[in-house]
């Protein structure tokens, strides 16, 4: 690892931090107490940093020169599109489902329901499987060191995402989401086989 590789997975797992630290309820509640800044408030501003700060990152990934892992062919390139296209997809669907909601933009107060239906029957955090997928497609396609590092810490923190989630969603909705856990996986559904 060269010393651009470092500085790059310093600057991506420092955006990881401020972005966990900066959700936390806690610090949510300092600046609603101490700077008197409104959650719908505090949740448009945090969305736009976030944005900002990812797309500067990504122009600065895009920017930086890095060899070639492996060499993608054909194959690689047909399994990469359907990572990216299924991932994609998934994402879409979730953040189309809980956009308004948590972006800030609403100024009535939207009642939050434990989602249990649709693809959250097949698995509890569809929007963090579509992220997985879309990334590894994205890696598959462009098998770049500089990507492998990237994507790395990012599936590595939207893991560490999906624990810290389950607490919090333990907490919102406790028991309903005890027994939701019990019988519907975290993040890869189940295949089940016919017996004939």
Known sequence: ???????LCFQWVLYCVFHSLLANSKVKKIFNTYFKISSNSYRIGYNLLAIGWLLALIYNLAAIKSSEIFYPNLYSDILAVILMLTGGAIMIQCIYKYFYQHSGLSVQKISVQLQTNGIHSLI??????????????????????????????IIIYT???????????????????????ARVPMILPRIKFRNN
């Open 124 to 153: 509890r955090h569809p929007l963090y499987l579509g992220t997985i997928l879309f990334l590894a497609g994205i890696f598959i396609m462009w098998p770049l060191m500089k990507n492998l590092f990237v994507i790395g810490i």
């Open 1 to 7: 690892m060269n010393k651009i590789h470092l500085l």
């Open 159 to 181: 893991l560490a995402g999906v624990w810290l989630e389950e607490e919090k969603l333990i907490t919102q909705f406790g028991d309903a989401y005890i027994k939701y856990k």
